[in-house]
């Protein structure tokens, strides 16, 4: 074992929102804001965590719109990538959301998380290292929080959408980060705090799948594939 992984891995790729920043609290509330907006003004019971964790936390973006509204039984038109941000279909939903995230990010900034620092200082000597988000505003998140010298290989939003890949639960994203590493899944390791993110790192057949809790769902992340969960990556030094 090495910083807490199997012997044979020679690659981490890591989640962005929740793993290594603590963007996913205002990724939540951005969502929160967004959905209450929709549900509030008919009467219709407001977004909670729950709903964040199950259906839309570490999916696409608009993959979250449409499946938190599945969840609920509610239909509203596709509409397209480009609908303005008040009209009521997934894309408008979804645009609205982040207008907000980016506002929030502007306002707030963007930190790493201390432990998520030290760990990569030390898996940079050791390990071939990636980061595979669903978020396409992760070039701008990484860097706000120095993160980007780390970074061998990304792949983000933007990525997911221009070579169509499936975003997570499908292992596409994490597949497509370990081809760009050059190494085979069942090398690298993947590290996730999204129950859909440790799902696609088992469906990936990937080596070795860090859950990482940063909101009280251990049980749910070992169910959904993580095969060791932490509280801080720092616990795997
Ligand atoms: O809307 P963005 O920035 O492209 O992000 C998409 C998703 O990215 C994931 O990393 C977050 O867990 C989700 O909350 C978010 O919805």
Same mark, same amino acid.
């Given at each position: 074992?090495?910083?807490?992984?199997?012997?044979?891995?020679?690659?981490? #790729?890591?989640?962005?929102?929740?793993?290594?920043?603590?963007?996913?609290?205002?990724?939540?509330?951005?969502?929160? $804001?967004?959905?209450?907006?929709? #549900?509030?003004? $008919?009467?219709?019971?407001?977004?909670?965590?729950?709903?964040?964790?199950?259906?839309?936390?570490?999916?696409? *973006?608009?993959?979250?719109?449409?499946?938190?509204?599945?969840?609920?039984?509610?239909?509203?038109?596709?509409?397209?990538?480009?609908?303005?941000?008040?009209?009521?279909?997934?894309?408008?939903?979804?645009?609205?959301?982040?207008?907000?995230?980016?506002?929030?990010?502007?306002?707030?900034?963007?930190?790493?998380?201390?432990?998520?620092?030290?760990?990569?200082?030390?898996?940079?000597?050791? !390990?071939?290292?990636?980061?595979?988000? %669903? %978020?396409?505003?992760?070039?701008?998140?990484?860097?706000?929080?120095?993160?980007?010298?780390?970074?061998?290989?990304?792949?983000?939003?933007? /990525?997911?959408?221009?070579?169509? #890949?499936?975003?997570?639960?499908?292992?596409?994203?994490?597949?497509?980060?370990? $081809?760009?590493?050059?190494?085979?899944?069942?090398?690298?390791?993947?590290?996730?705090?999204?129950?859909?993110?440790?799902?696609?790192? *088992?469906?990936?057949? !990937?080596?070795?799948?860090?859950?990482?809790?940063?909101?009280?769902?251990?049980?749910?992340?070992?169910?959904?594939?993580?095969?060791?969960? /932490?509280?801080?990556?720092?616990?795997?030094?």
């Amino acid at each position: 074992m090495k910083l807490g992984l199997p012997d044979g891995i020679t690659a981490c #790729l890591f989640d962005l929102d929740g793993v290594l920043t603590s963007t996913a609290v205002l990724h939540r509330r951005a969502w929160r $804001r967004t959905f209450d907006d929709y #549900l509030l003004p $008919r009467g219709l019971p407001p977004f909670t965590e729950a709903d964040y964790l199950n259906h839309v936390d570490g999916r696409p *973006r608009y993959d979250g719109v449409r499946a938190f509204l599945a969840s609920r039984g509610i239909t509203v038109p596709e509409g397209t990538p480009g609908d303005p941000p008040e009209l009521d279909t997934v894309h408008g939903i979804g645009n609205r959301k982040n207008a907000l995230i980016d506002t929030i990010i502007r306002e707030e900034g963007v930190t790493p998380y201390p432990g998520t620092v030290r760990y990569l200082e030390a898996a940079r000597e050791l !390990f071939k290292i990636g980061v595979v988000t %669903s %978020s396409a505003n992760a070039t701008r998140v990484l860097d706000a929080a120095r993160l980007l010298p780390y970074v061998q290989a990304q792949v983000d939003g933007l /990525v997911i959408v221009r070579d169509g #890949l499936r975003g997570k639960p499908a292992p596409d994203s994490f597949l497509a980060g370990a $081809r760009l590493l050059g190494v085979e899944p069942a090398r690298a390791a993947v590290f996730e705090d999204a129950l859909s993110g440790v799902a696609a790192g *088992r469906a990936g057949g !990937f080596g070795y799948v860090v859950g990482v809790d940063r909101a009280g769902q251990a049980e749910a992340l070992r169910g959904n594939g993580a095969d060791v969960v /932490v509280e801080d990556l720092a616990e795997l030094l």
